[in-house]
């Protein structure tokens, strides 16, 4: 298994804007739901990044192609062919995709990995691995197929219409030659990314569940970081002095027990 891990912790809260798109997940053709009648997991995730990112004003947008994408496929693997132009969901195609309880305990935080359970002899429809593409240099340029883990912390206690701002960094190069991104107000130019819970939704069986959208916000700049040489510093993660244009949002809905899983 190859991925990234991005981290988010909770700060403060601004405004954004999102372009319209897709907000729950698709039917299954044949859903089977997961856990038996003493188990109940945590909610699965289904998650979506857009195409495009106003960058603009409200008043005056600029909209941009994002500079972190999906990989153009649905949940079960296949090819996108209208809106979502992707989507992920927990248990589907080795997807690991959940929000943990606040309650009792909990983190309530989102993971999200695209390839965290995939293997080869899952369905052709799931190979290769489902991936993010990141536009370090632009999307003029080939991305970079990055398997990230994306943690965003916490996210499940957030009232609606409770809006954030934190950093989220990449741990880790995946297919980004060896940089790192990390998104966060301590590194100027680059800037800290925005967390919404969203009004509920309505999913494919009827039901009122949860969604969040984490997005880019000022300069939507990422400080590259780059593995340390020193001995003292154990090696991690260092500044490189770039910073990378590269904006996106992402749409999480909560996918609540039971929930379907493919194959």
């Given at each position: ?75 079960d693997g296949t090819t996108a062919s209208g809106t979502p132009s992707n989507e992920y969901q927990g248990s589907f195609c ?170």
């Amino acid at each position: 298994m190859r991925h990234t891990f991005l981290v988010l912790t909770a700060l403060a809260s601004v405004a954004c804007v999102e372009p319209p798109e897709s907000t729950r997940p698709l039917a299954p053709t044949a859903p089977l739901f997961a856990g038996g009648p003493n188990t109940e997991p945590p909610p699965q995730a289904w998650y979506s990044f857009a195409d495009q990112v106003n960058v603009g004003t409200t008043a005056a947008p600029d909209w941009v192609p994002a500079g972190i994408q999906g990989d153009g496929r649905l949940r079960d693997g296949t090819t996108a062919s209208g809106t979502p132009s992707n989507e992920y969901q927990g248990s589907f195609c080795g997807v690991w995709g959940t929000i943990n309880p606040h309650a009792k305990g909990g983190n309530g935080n989102f993971n999200g990995d695209p390839d965290r359970y995939w293997s080869t002899s899952l369905p052709a429809s799931c190979q290769p691995a489902r991936h993010y593409r990141y536009y370090f240099n632009g999307t003029g340029a080939a991305p970079a197929i990055v398997y990230a883990h994306i943690l965003a912390a916490g996210i499940s206690g957030m009232a609606s219409g409770e809006i954030r701002v934190q950093p989220l960094n990449m741990l880790g190069s995946g297919g980004s030659g060896g940089v790192q991104a990390n998104f966060d107000d301590a590194y100027p130019p680059a800037s800290s990314v925005e967390i919404t819970r969203l009004p509920d939704v309505i999913d494919e069986f009827g039901r009122s569940v949860r969604q969040w959208r984490i997005a880019t916000r000022g300069t939507h700049r990422a400080m590259g970081f780059v593995p340390s040489t020193s001995k003292k510093g154990g090696g991690g993660p260092v500044p490189n002095g770039i910073t990378y244009f590269m904006p996106f949002q992402l749409t999480v809905t909560e996918v609540a027990f039971p929930f379907p899983t493919f194959p």
